[in-house]
């Protein structure tokens, strides 16, 4: 049996959610509290030395990251294409994701939505940084309805947990509109369920 660790308010943890539920994997979840510090217990920290989720054990080989989970969870499914060239651009659009999209929505959306006190000067150095990534989402999402290929996939799924902050991080989707009616795309898919 498959054991995802979980906590609810994690965009990274809902990428893993919504793909569990899209493909019908059996797991057990253990829902975990971030903010409370679960994490960061020792117990936690036994079974994953990261001390982060999502985080997933299955016959016991352990996995962290969510979008290597996307990537290990996803294999063999429609969600997954099967073509080397197109695995490695489902590849680039993670890594974009992870390097660029959830740092720079991510991070102010966490910092409004706990009423986190920083200096506004990072709210600041992260908004442009935002709009420049959500700009190349833009440009790639005008000229097709998925970022790979023809059909939603797990690259999909990654650009989407962030992408969807933007309003809570500061940003208006109405100037990006391929983005919202990619989003709109998105949520038509389904088993697709809102993040909370």
Do not use: C
């Not at 660029?100 to 908004?127: I, M, N, S």
């Not at 650009?159 to 989003?183: E, I, N």
């Amino acid at each position: 049996m498959l054991t995802f660790y979980d906590a609810p308010v994690s965009g990274n943890t809902y990428k893993v959610r919504l793909l569990l539920r899209q493909l019908a994997i059996p797991h057990e979840a253990v829902r975990l509290d971030i903010v409370g510090g679960e994490v960061r217990a020792k117990e936690f920290r036994k079974v994953n030395p990261f001390g982060r989720v999502p985080f997933i054990v299955e016959d016991g080989f352990a996995l962290a990251e969510s979008n290597a989970i996307l990537l290990y969870l996803g294999r063999g499914s429609r969600l997954l294409p099967g073509d080397v060239r197109a695995q490695g651009l489902v590849q680039q659009w993670m890594f974009f994701e992870q390097n660029q999209v959830e740092t720079a929505l991510g991070l102010p959306r966490l910092w409004r939505k706990f009423g986190v006190e920083q200096d506004p000067a990072l709210f600041e150095h992260y908004r442009p940084r935002a709009v420049a990534a959500l700009k190349v989402l833009e440009r790639h999402l005008a000229q097709r309805d998925w970022f790979v290929g023809d059909a939603y996939s797990v690259a999909d799924i990654a650009l989407f947990a962030y992408s969807q902050m933007a309003p809570d991080a500061g940003h208006d989707l109405g100037q990006f509109p391929a983005v919202s009616v990619w989003m709109d795309r998105v949520r038509a898919q389904p088993g697709w369920f809102s993040l909370e």
